[in-house]
């Protein structure tokens, strides 16, 4: 997989996305797309959540998710909105938590999406990789600091 920086380059292409008049989806859809090629990642999802749901608002894979709504105390993503806590798990057959996505997801990580200034979560950034033991210190920093960018988005929809 490529190094996980959050560059000049990448900061203004999300920038880009966020402050561009697309509808939200396709906004969603983009910076999903975006963080798999930049990252190699299997598969990418942003989601939004509420009290009882998380919810799919777009991904960038090959196929759409097994689950694109899920109650909010199900998954990794889950665990993620419960401990307001990167999650990662690098072998997900061992963690009973998984929601199978995909047969072939060896590796996931969740990274909370928090309000900008409550700092409650109100989405998730979900990776998937085929790959075990995929996600590393720099996965978490990098993903964080796009969750940063994506708090003030979620939460003006």
Known sequence: ?????MDTSLFERLSAILSSADPRAHKARRIA?????????????????????IAAI????????????????KG???EAV???EIIVVNDVATD???LTTFTTTRSEIAVPIKHPIIGRTIGIID???????????????????????????IDSH
Not at 33 to 53: I, K, M, N, Q
């Open 127 to 153: 990776a998937e990789s085929e790959l075990p033991h995929a996600f590393a210190p720099a996965d978490c920093n990098f993903l964080e600091d796009c969750a940063l960018m994506l708090g003030a988005f």
């Open 58 to 73: 777009a991904w960038s894979g090959p196929t759409a998710p097994a689950y694109p709504r899920f109650p909010a105390s």
């Open 82 to 84: 419960r401990t307001g």
């Open 76 to 78: 990794l993503c889950g």
């Open 1 to 5: 997989m490529k190094e996980k920086v």
């Open 33 to 53: 797309e975006l963080l798999r090629e930049e990252c190699g990642y299997h598969w990418v999802g942003v989601y939004e959540v509420d009290s009882a749901e």
């Open 96 to 98: 009973p938590r998984y």
